[in-house]
């Protein structure tokens, strides 16, 4: 008979995300008059901007016209976007990024869940501890995690992130492969400096190891200094992937678009001796699996880069940083500790002195009606913590705030 | 140094469309004067029906708006989708699909690709000779393949189908854990009458097997008695996986949506003597990889199963049909031997004696401005033929058969 990949076996349940939404739907049962508030998954709630709004219905007209109908689109995305993206998000900043070496797709999650494709069974994973969990779980489907035992995965090298370290992750003992790093943090909201993120880079170069940055949060960052991209630093072509998305930036989590950076000089050993560049084989894993974004949705992506849309989707932004702005003084009015929230969506609140992640999680579902997110469903380091979102509308982040108050 | 996934260096060249359009674009340098007519890959050229243009525009108006504006959706897809497809595509030709068997995705190419992550690293996969590329490629980068030698995969299992056994193929010497099948078929245009897929289900049955269904083109089916899906046939439920797309259905090669339907009787071995079922498995990797198709592109999919959709999209289908229909006329009358084009939009054409198919492609790519496909480039029982698709518009179609006379 045919035999299943037993990784997937070996997962202690469901996903995170699966398991609140199972939760809250248990509570609704219980309490159907009460209307919940999500501070829980990162999901916006502000609508699409005009402007994207506009490229959408004339990209559609587009499809209906046998004289300007799009069928398939080149896998890695169209130049018209990709050309937008290199002169915006990193020419117009003085980064270095060719309109080649992006790679346009349907979504950061499919992304950084398929990037380690690229790597020997037998890379050595680094995550940050709290983490994202696909970047975990996508190598445990791939086999390259060992066995789940107390909370953590054998063969991953947890980089935890605590208040003792600042929510700075300090180098391994062991030398990983392969290191995700995620700034600004989901979930804990923080940042890394540039010297903070220099250190690794330079770290990877050091030990041959690659960085795949997430940076699908930097357009919240508001203080001067912080890096927005990884290819800021000296050397980071060489030894780093970046992942952004318009999900979080223009509210593209219902649309679907996002890209990934692959410099042309970052090599890695080809087991036999040479080396080899990682941007031709994600085009090949992309040819094989992957159709390219619809053309609607890139037209729309693109009209994120034009003036109005520059200039709408910031203030839908300002919305978000105003609610994080509202909950980080409302939170730690309550005299709960909380971190991140300034240049990122999201808050990481420390739960209370004999309280723990979920505790907490059913303690404020239960009598405030109010979902966040338990810290330890990111990992062992989580624990005692959960996350708050600030992507609510303006409306609910306040109630939620004073339903908060009284308990 | 990290290592790469050495699956990636056993390729022997690029993927087969991009070589095509690496040959196209190097002709082209050299006669800018001729306009170039493809029939070659299988993209659409009709554009999108009324109904759909009119759903797509009217789900764009609901996201520019924050009442209506949607975020992330179900990673299987909006029920009112995955309803209309049971519906319509199963439920009201009789066949037992549930709506919650039904994993809407953005193609069926990242379907087809991705599905082979559910079973053990040693799987044993059968795939037709000649074959859709996909199928033999994700295996080959998740390391199941073997070594490429003398045109084929040490490790894949081939299942020729030639003129000799009629394209019907036969069960092999080798017990496959995992089966392809594509039909209508891709690339020769043929399909399996009803007791010949009833005999590869049994099979399925008898060994264990999964059947992995393709059934991309199954709106191209004109003859009675072909069956539209595999789950027609009695106990199919039990070991098949069936793959289907708006892409040729609809003309959503530019939009991009499938499906994939996982019955809930599937189950297989969980390689510790009990059996698992796949549809819990399929939602997980969804759920880690995954953030779902586009909403707008659901209610684009919704459409084509309104009454104004079917018969618009039927039309468009028609137009190819036409084109397949004349096309097969005129080939034969050129001498050619052709196969398929009858319940498909494909044509399998044999190549004149002494001439190869890559030969052939350079022939009347160099002599006639026409692309085609060569045969070998999906397998090596392909050799000797080359396909062509029915999916240029009647004019072009017609126009590259009188180049083709001439030559």
Redesign the interface.
Known sequence: ??????N??K?PG??L??EIAHQVAAFKKTAPEKRVISLG?G??????A?A??RA??SA??E????AT?????PEQGYAFLREAIAKNDYQDRGIKVDASEIFVS??A??DV??IQ???????VIAVTDPVY??YV??NV?A?RAGDYVNGKWSNIVYLPCTKANGFVPEFPKVRP??IYLCYPNNPTGTVLTRDALKAWVDYARRE???ILYDSAYEAYITEPGVPHSIYEIEGAREVAIEFRSFSKTA?F????CAYVVVPEELK????KGGQ?A?KP?WS??N???????????QRAAEAVYSEEGKQEIRQTIGIYQKNAAVMHEGLTRMGLEVIGGKNAPYLWVATPEGTDSWGFFHKVLENAAVVCTPGVGFGAAGEGYVRMTAFG?PADTVEALERLAKI
């Open positions: 008979m045919t035999t299943v990949n037993g997937f076996l997962f469901v996903y995300f699966q998954i999901d916006v709630t502000q609508p699409l005009p994207v709004i959408l219905h559609v007209d499809m209906g016209n046998a109908f799009r069928g398939y689109g349907d979504g999650k499919s869940g398929s494709e690229l790597f020997s069974n037998d890379a969990p696909v779980d996508s489907i086999g492969d392969v041959g190891s690659v509210g989590t219902g649309l679907r890695i050993s080809d087991g080899v990682l084989l090949r894993r040819g094989t699996k992957y159709n390219g974004c619809p053309y609607i949705v509308s």
